[in-house]
């Protein structure tokens, strides 16, 4: 029997999720009595008919055990897999009651959209278009509904026969080809992400030890996962490139060197001692919490998670997490801009996604467990805004950081929601943005898919990456901007050249830009410099360009309530 519209808007992924809880801790309690009889028929040393009969007993009994166990551990395992699935359709009905909703449409039980204009403007025409298209969306959203189901009772109706999959993985582990590792590489975030979810525990664990490379930037993959990978790949990346500081220091003592190569030496070397601090700013902030891994397995302590680790292109690339991206309610993703760099930045960064789990505690009253940030320094950022090194203006106001950039933050975005989908279920997810990074993420935010990112927040913004905000794919009432009135000359820097709207889109502090403006007081922090000049592009005054999340700001504050899903 197929699903209606109005069976499926009452779905939920947190159900599923709480309903997999139970039935894990309901397995974990047969595994321990299973354990427990094993080690009793073990230690038993009873002789005779009636000790053998006791012993054939228990035996039955114990074998009776692992098969609940076992089918117990296929539920659950159908049941994520499920879980993923349902996101999805909640995400396809949330879409299609967006479009109903900001096209003056309404849907019925059945489905049906009826478009009624103020005023009955609307043309025959338009009308008839539009309830096609919101139409098309409630029947996209039904299909992966009944997908959803006939899928969940496929593997339902297996648990407890010969073969199926998790009694054959629930300890047991492989390793992958390459025609496998080349097939994992290529996938989507969406597509890794179910792959992921069907792997038992004992499978990712080793995928992570015996793959890190593979998995610690795989788009998809738990949190906890990718941590893992990253933190086994860290030793050997430092050593290396501690190896090329030592290759290149060795090589420039050359008296026979031209000097092309000369500069090309000195080029390599700067790199290899940059990277060198900057795996040591990374395990740094590693060395102030627990890995998430351990946090998730009960252990005391606040997690920081190494969520993304590359050294392609210009320099070192990194993502950090505080908090259980994993589970967490609410997660704040944070893209800084200019001037960033790992081995110069990473510390400070890590300080204010503080400052905004913090404050999104404070104004949402919420718990540590229910907030997660995310200090995203995963794109070359262009150099340091200072009046005394214009050299770097065109860097700022170019695009093509920011449309490389966005192409990786968009996968990084997706596959959280995807390893979501698929673990515990839809967060809020918000994407902070501040100087480049703010129209690196409005790129990004018109490449996620629908339903990703829940709040999008530029701050300090040159341009919010495109022309149009309905290009973003977030809805029309979750745009937010903050610009600080005085010391911050890269508002809108990128947003003007020769009158008209520049290569790094439109400014968003303008009023037709779509955004809803939020604090612009930062007079709270001692940092702010209350006789910097006013921000206008080129006056070249910097002062406060970087005080938006600032402990006694508004603008923290402000931007923790949107964090914490609590703005309106």
Known sequence: ???????????????????????????????????????????????????????????????????????????????????????????????????????????????????????????????????????????????????????????????????????????????????????????????????????????????????????GNADGVEGWARDRANRNRLPKLKQEAKDNVSTYTELLKSPWIDSNTRAYYLSELDKAEKAVKAYDAVQEQLDKGISLEDYQHGKKGDPVSLLTLQNDGARVKAAMGQGDVDHAKNVATFVPGIGTTVEGSMGDYMRQTKNLRSAAMAQGNLSARDVATVAWLGYDAPGKADWKQPQNIPGIISPFLAQSGSDRLAGFMNGMQASRDYGAGDAHMTLVGHSYGSSTSGMAATKVKYGVIDDLVLCGSPGMGTYDAKNYHVDQNHLWVSGVPKGDSVQGMGAIRGGIVGSLGKNPMDSDSGFTHLSDDATGSPKYNKDAPASKPFNFNFDNHSIYLEDGTETLQDIGRVAAGVKR
């Not at 025609?179 to 069907?198: I, N």
Request: glycine share 6%; net charge neutral.
């Open 1 to 215: 029997m197929s699903l209606t519209w109005g069976q499926i808007q009452t779905w939920s992924s947190a159900g599923l999720s709480t309903y997999a809880g139970t039935v894990g801790a309901r397995r974990d309690t047969v595994v321990k009595q299973a354990d427990a009889l094993q080690a009793r028929m073990t230690s038993f040393k009873g002789e005779g008919a009636t000790a053998d009969a006791l012993r054939a007993k228990m035996g039955v009994a114990h074998k009776e055990l692992t098969t609940l166990a076992d089918d117990l551990l296929e539920i659950q395992e159908a049941v994520k897999v499920a879980m993923g699935d349902v996101s999805q359709v909640e995400n396809a009905v949330k879409v299609a009651l967006q479009q109903a909703s900001s096209t003056h449409c309404t849907i019925s039980a059945a489905g049906i959209a009826t478009c009624t204009s103020p005023g009955n403007s609307m043309s025959q025409y338009t009308r008839q278009s539009i309830e096609f298209s919101v139409n098309r969306l409630v029947g996209q959203a039904v299909d992966l509904a009944n997908t959803a189901d006939t899928t969940l009772n496929a593997r339902l109706q297996t648990v407890g026969t010969p073969g199926s999959t998790a009694k054959s993985t629930s300890t047991q582990t492989h390793d992958l080809s390459d025609a496998e590792q080349k097939k994992f590489k290529k996938m989507t975030p969406e597509e890794r992400a179910k792959y992921w979810s069907q792997q038992s525990e004992a499978q990712k664990q080793h995928l992570c030890d015996k793959y890190p490379d593979l998995i």
